[in-house]
């Protein structure tokens, strides 16, 4: 199919449906999850990628989302709180012939296992993370997360959080990830076509959703979801074009000539920026990531901040092996643990 | 000063003396020249027959300035010889170090046989014609006193020569320069008469067979790539830096071409991670570190028990507990390895006896993972990691196979409707194994994680006898583990009522302690734990058939606890946590103790 992010995972003739990627196991999400819209897109767009299933894994930590893989029918591992990212690197990084997938969630993933995430990132490893962010503590009941907003009053904050939340695609971004990307779990159109570039690229990919957990933090995207707000809040970002949105494209996104940051503008403004997803500095995606308020989220950007091409981890580390047997030759055992200093008795 | 040490231990090592080493250095890099906390030392012990520790008492110390003579002197016995640089005493450096008046010179030293000798100035005379600085100069006194001792012992300094070339092959005034110390060094010895003896300790007796010199961490690292070559599985080693552990990292990360992959991590507990998802993948997935990394990466043990893939987890102890003592040995993780996780988790564990024994614990460490599908602990620790033997190179052929048997087809005919399903928790009856499926076999897709699955099918159960069933299983494949060899006791005429047990890196001192009480007129019965989980078949009996058993560890009693609980038997234990090992005379004399007192 052309995928760089799929090179060297076989692929099958025979058409697959949804169905051969659903396992046969009970979903067992609250009813009304925001997770099963995207286990509905991930089984409903893996056949077009026309992969041989048995080549798929899904890894995941611990939490609602990272129950994911148990629904799948393709290998996988729902492995423990935070470490998903570690595993699938020494996962991709010796099976090149693996598409692997992590699945994680806010606390999962920029709370326990932050230090992973940044490092998978940095290193560029061959993995789709698909980051679940309901911005709250869903499989513990309902504390706050890395992701809530000040302020949040939650069993463990009952007078109110104190903490900034993070911006997960700003702190990929810092983390010098080579494709970030933002959607939100209703928008199955959206989903998809994020998720199709996700997989399609070489290196890390962090796809955030946004994901409604209905039960412990219900709404918390409704203002970027509900018909009469969305287009006021919501910001679509396409690579090559302008950072327009409104129901008419009646607003801009431009820099302002003093700071140098980005501020929202009329849309018809001379200045608005065009958005260059493939930009080696990675500054206006930073500042794009950056529009977004952190309590309400409006002027949220959703879609891809960025994809360059950087080489992959796995690929370095298998083109070394290669260049060592290439230039000494392949392993001699026997000469390995004879050395060069011996002495013999008869 | 390692490296000195390193260059004499191999010019020893190719003449055929039987050898023991004891490197002995500060956590710091460069810890304070000239104070007694920065002393860094080096303990060679050589002989015609063969040894098992680096010695009790050196017969020669060379003490390159007033800090590292007034550090190693409690060990000197009287009699014996101090080469002592004295380019260093100055007042200032003796008051450094507490000394009034300088030891040299106040006859406080009259019962060894002292050369005092101004190395330093010699060293700087023999390289005037070089064009060095002053610090490099003096640097290369280190290879003058290598000289000088090689010309007292008859070792060949060919093979430092030829390491000098190629060490300093970009620098050619150092090389040069470190050539003419160490040449300077033997002539010095030959023509003055400081010296007027050399000693001749000739080749020792061994098995006829090709040796060299291997350290702990180099031996465990080649039975790791001997253990991948066996099993024909691609190694993968996930660390994170850690003394003394870290040269295994090194080592492995030169022998790609092995196909060995090595991944720094960016700490202990991704380096574990990324070790069981390549293990998922199908390679020999590795992680290596010291006790406190142990404790970091035991929740992924777990994960590895409930996932049930190999995994080898390398523990080189040190002193602890948190950073304790970095660079010095002890073996007081047992109990953590044993049983420092959450749940009932039951890990085999091997630990090493010896620097070159290293090599084939890690090759059995690798055939419990591989057959029996388990992470496995396996225990060496500082003295054996940075200590030296010499080693009979193995026949590649004589080394055991380890067949990964990948499961390659379903196993189960499911609800019998006709499709054939695979379960991955379907137990092989006589290991209890379960089939590892590699990700990119058709047919066998599956899902493992940590929660408690359902015997056979593995999916998840939170079903209560199920568990108490999954529990039991998971023990019982890991008591019945097969191929561990009985406990095997070393009792010369059948006479002896005192048992003298132990485990790891105190093989050598037990075995030369006994060697001792034996030839002191005592009957001594000695054996050594490889396997501490599980234990060899007959421990029991063998612990019941002495009057008593002593248990030397250098920790506070973890073995014995062990022994104590599962046998019931009473366990004299001698305990000691020094950062050292253990001195033969010392267990000697505590094993006569214990004889006597029966």
């Known amino acids: 199919m052309g995928l760089p992010g799929l090179a060297g995972v076989p692929t099958t003739d025979v058409k697959q449906t949804k169905k051969d990627f659903t396992s046969d196991q009970e979903v067992r999400w609250c009813p ?79 709370s326990i296992g932050g230090n992973h995430l940044i490092h998978a990132l940095r290193r560029n490893v061959n993995l789709t993370i698909l980051l679940f962010n309901n911005r709250i503590y869903g499989l513990t009941k309902g504390q706050y997360s890395p992701t809530s907003e000040q302020g949040k009053i939650t069993k463990s904050t009952p007078m109110g959080s104190l903490e900034s939340p993070f911006n997960p695609v700003s702190l990929a971004l810092g983390a010098e990830a080579t494709f970030v990307a933002r959607t939100i779990d209703s ?26 957990c209905n039960i412990f933090n219900d709404g918390a995207f409704e203002i970027l979801k509900n018909r009469d707000s969305r287009d006021e809040v919501l910001i679509r970002l396409e690579h090559g074009e302008p950072v327009r949105f409104g129901a008419d494209g009646q ?74 047997a290439a230039k000494q030759g392949e392993g001699d055992l026997q000469a390995l643990l004879r050395g060069k200093d011996t002495w013999t008795v008869a | ?60 110390l060379v003490a390159m300035n007033p800090a590292a003579l007034k550090a190693n002197l409690p060990d000197v016995p009287k009699g014996a010889t101090i080469i002592v640089d004295t380019g260093d005493f100055t007042p200032r450096a003796l008051k450094k170090v507490g000394w009034e008046t300088n030891p040299l010179e106040d006859n ?100 006829a067979g090709t040796y060299r010199n291997i350290t702990g961490n180099l031996a465990l690292s080649y039975g790791l790539v001997a253990a991948a070559h066996q099993s024909r599985l691609p190694l993968f080693l996930g660390s994170y830096p850690i003394t003394p552990a870290s040269d295994i990292l090194h080592e492995l990360s030169k022998h790609k071409r092995f196909a060995v992959r090595t991944f720094q991590a960016e700490d202990e ?30 929740e992924t043990v777990g994960l590895a028990v409930s996932l049930e893939l190999p995994l080898v987890i390398v523990d080189v102890q040190r002193g602890g507990p948190s950073t304790g003592l970095p660079t010095k040995t002890e073996q007081a993780d047992l109990l953590q390895v044993i049983y420092g996780r959450n749940g009932e988790s039951p890990v085999p564990v091997v630990a090493a006896s010896s620097p070159s024994d290293c090599f084939h614990a890690a090759i059995e460490a690798v055939r419990i993972a591989v057959t029996y599908r388990t992470p496995v602990f396996l225990l060496s620790d500082g003295y054996l990691a940075n200590g030296s033997e010499p080693w009979q190179v193995p026949d590649v052929d004589s080394l055991p196979t380890i067949d990964p048997n990948f499961a390659t087809e379903p196993n189960h005919d499911g609800d019998g409707t006709g499709e054939r399903e695979f379960w991955p928790y379907l137990r092989d009856a006589e290991t209890l194994a379960r089939p590892w499926a590699l990700p990119g076999t058709p047919g066998l897709e599956h899902r493992i994680g940590g929660i408690e699955k359902l015997d056979g099918p593995g999916t998840i159960s939170y079903d209560p006898n199920n568990h108490d069933h999954m529990v039991r299983l998971r023990q019982a494949k890991i008591d019945g583990i097969a191929g561990i060899p009985d406990l095997e006791v070393e009792d010369p005429g059948s006479e002896a009522r005192l048992l003298v047990l132990g485990w790891g890196s105190t093989y050598g001192p037990i075995g030369a302690a006994v060697r001792r009480a ?37 920790n506070l009693g973890q073995l014995a606890l ?7 038997v009473d366990i004299v234990g001698y305990n000691r946590v020094r950062g050292l090992p253990f001195k033969a005379e010392e267990l000697a004399d505590v094993i006569m103790e214990e004889v006597g007192a029966l």
């Not at chain 1, 959206?190 to 962090?206: C, P």
């Not at chain 2, 231990?9 to 304070?32: H, K």
């Not at chain 2, 700087?124 to 100069?137: I, Q, T, V």
């Not at chain 2, 070790?275 to 035991?298: E, I, Q, R, Y």
């Open chain 2, 108 to 207: 406080s030293l009259s019962a060894y046989k002292v050369h005092a000798l101004d190395l330093s100035g010699i060293t700087m005379e023999a390289l005037a014609p070089f064009d060095l600085s002053r610090k490099d100069a003096s640097r290369s006194k280190n290879m003058f006193a290598l000289g000088l001792l090689s010309w007292m012992y008859g070792r060949s300094i060919d093979g430092t020569v030829t390491f000098l070339r190629e060490k300093f092959a970009a620098r050619e005034t150092i090389r040069d320069a470190n050539i003419a110390a160490l040449k300077a060094g033997w002539n010095y010895g030959e023509t003055t008469e400081e010296f007027s003896v050399s000693y001749q300790v000739k080749p020792a007796a061994m098995p």
């Open chain 1, 251 to 324: 607003h801009g996104v431009r820099r302002n000539p003093s700071t140098g940051s980005l501020e929202v503008c009329a849309g018809d403004d001379p200045g608005v920026v065009v958005h260059d997803a493939t930009a080696d500095d990675p500054t206006q995606a930073f500042a794009l990531s950056r529009l977004a308020d952190p309590g309400t989220l409006a002027r949220s950007p959703i879609g891809i901040f960025r994809q360059v091409e950087r080489p992959a981890y796995g690929d370095l580390m298998a083109a070394q092996l290669d260049e060592a």
């Open chain 2, 518 to 554: 034996r030839k002191a007129g005592h009957h001594v019965a000695q054996a050594h734990l490889r396997h501490l989980n599980p234990m060899p078949a007959n421990t029991g009996d063998v612990l019941r058939s002495y009057d008593r058993v002593l248990v030397p560890e250098m």
């Open chain 2, 269 to 298: 507990v991704a380096a574990i991670g990324a070790a069981l998802g390549a293990s998922f993948g199908g390679a020999l997935g590795v992680t290596t570190t010291s006790g406190p990394g142990v404790a970091l990466k035991g």
């Open chain 1, 32 to 110: 009304g999850c925001g997770d099963y819209a995207v286990l509905a897109a991930v089984q409903g767009f893996l056949p077009d990628l026309g992969l041989a299933r048995e080549n798929i894994v899904f890894v995941s930590g611990i939490g609602c989302s990272s129950r994911f893989p148990y629904y799948m029918n393709t290998y996988g591992m729902h492995s423990i709180h935070g470490r998903a990212p570690a595993i699938a690197t020494g996962l991709a990084s010796s099976r090149p012939d693996l598409s692997v997938w992590v699945i994680t969630g806010d606390g999962d993933a920029l």
């Open chain 2, 1 to 60: 000063m390692q490296l000195t040490g390193d260059r004499f231990t191999a010019e020893t090592a190719s003449f055929g003396n039987d050898l023991s080493t004891l490197p002995n250095f500060p956590a710091e890099i460069r810890a304070p020249a000239g104070t007694l906390p920065g002393v860094s030392s080096f303990q060679l012990h050589f002989a015609n027959y063969d040894i098992l520790t680096p010695g009790d008492a050196p017969d020669v």
């Open chain 1, 187 to 212: 928008d199955r159109q959206h989903l998809t076509s994020v998720l199709s570039a996700a997989a399609a690229h070489r290196g890390t990919s962090l796809v955030e959703i946004y994901q409604n």
């Open chain 2, 562 to 568: 062990l022994l104590r609980g599962k046998y019931l």
